[in-house]
């Protein structure tokens, strides 16, 4: 297909390092990249060190004058795209995405044999999103299971039963195994997300009022309702340079009461969750809060085995029910005992 791509970072913090390694991934996907938008969240003295350059693309840079989380940095982003750049599709990666080789000419040759439809997403592999190689591997579908917290339905302790906060094993992956796949998916992360600028018309931004966290997954499940189409292309893949807790946070529950998660995350995490899936997944509110209570019972026990103190576990617990309390009575935006970097 030939069409312009504009590719969409937002960085925050002192990240340079990792963004100039995004840039230099950016660097080696050719002629379809015409513009690179870096949106600098609250960190303009990074934004004056930062230099790109480039023969194939023009470089923008937007600077935010604080640090208003990623929903803030991706409409930031997504908005000034929408003023500023002549390209068809937009391109949104994280500050630490670096593309491999080829990685954009795979998202355009997936969304040519689909017909290139403006409806159709295109989705990068980032093999830390474990459900998401998954389903490169075997082509299984990614959703949000109706009535369910953080992925947990107690029927599924009879159908799939799995202890608490343990994730699905996951054989290692041959070359051979990643087949042009094209499978879709009910949400997507920002990272190695390709759309097409229309989008934007149809259902506006990121909710600023999620802050951080899930922010991504309530932009794009909009996307879906609206009739889109989001395909993840196993070729195309996205190198995460920082470690990302998803690799260690998924299974029943993900990441609730762990004892390695930061307050930060999980309360905006769980609330932007709770809000999510009560506003579009939720059928039966008694279902929900069966499922809700159930779920924090056996991580609560779980962690209590493995845990010699209780007394942070006990605070943890108090957290997340602040947060579930908070989703479920539409309290968002930022919350002042939780501050951003």
Not at 20 to 47: M, T, W
Not at 249 to 270: A, F
Request: glycine share 8%.
């Amino acid at each position: 297909m030939q069409v312009k791509v504009a590719a969409l970072i937002v960085t925050y913090g002192e990240r340079n390092a990792y963004l100039n390694q995004v840039v230099a991934g950016l660097r080696e996907q050719g002629d379809r990249l015409s513009e690179l938008v870096v949106v600098f969240n609250g960190n303009a003295i990074q934004a004056e060190a930062f230099s790109a350059s480039n023969e194939h693309f023009r470089v923008h840079k937007v600077v935010l004058p604080s640090n208003q989380g990623s929903a803030a940095g991706f409409k930031a982003a997504l908005s000034y795209a929408w003023k500023h750049s002549s390209a068809e599709y937009f391109w949104l990666l994280d500050d630490d995405n670096q593309p491999q080789l080829g990685s954009l000419e795979h998202l355009l040759r997936g969304l040519e044999l689909l017909g290139g439809s403006e409806d159709v997403l295109m989705l990068s592999l980032r093999r830390n999103r474990r459900e998401f190689l998954h389903t490169a591997c075997c082509g299984a579908p990614v959703r949000i299971r109706p009535n369910s917290f953080h992925g947990f339905h107690f029927k599924s302790l009879v159908t799939q039963p799995r202890l608490p906060g343990r994730s699905h094993r996951q054989d290692p992956l041959t070359a051979d195994q990643f087949r042009f796949i094209i499978a879709q998916v009910e949400y997507a992360p920002y990272g190695g997300l390709l759309l097409h600028r229309d989008w934007l018309r149809r259902v506006g931004y990121p909710n600023e009022d999620y802050v951080l966290y899930a922010d991504d997954h309530e932009f794009t499940t909009r996307i879906v309702k609206e009739g889109g189409r989001i395909y993840l292309c196993p070729l195309s893949e996205i190198h995460d340079l920082e470690n990302s807790f998803h690799w260690k946070n998924e299974g029943l529950g993900g990441h609730l009461l762990s004892s390695d998660d930061d307050p930060l995350r999980l309360y905006y995490g769980t609330r932007n969750r709770v809000h999510m899936e009560l506003n579009g997944f939720v059928t039966s509110r008694v279902t929900y809060f069966c499922n809700i209570l159930t779920c924090l019972l056996l991580l609560f026990c779980w962690q209590l085995l493995t845990e010699r103190c209780p007394l942070p576990l006990v605070k943890r617990l108090a957290l997340v029910i602040e947060a579930i309390k908070d989703g479920w009575t539409n309290r968002l935006g930022f919350n002042a005992k939780y501050v951003l970097p």
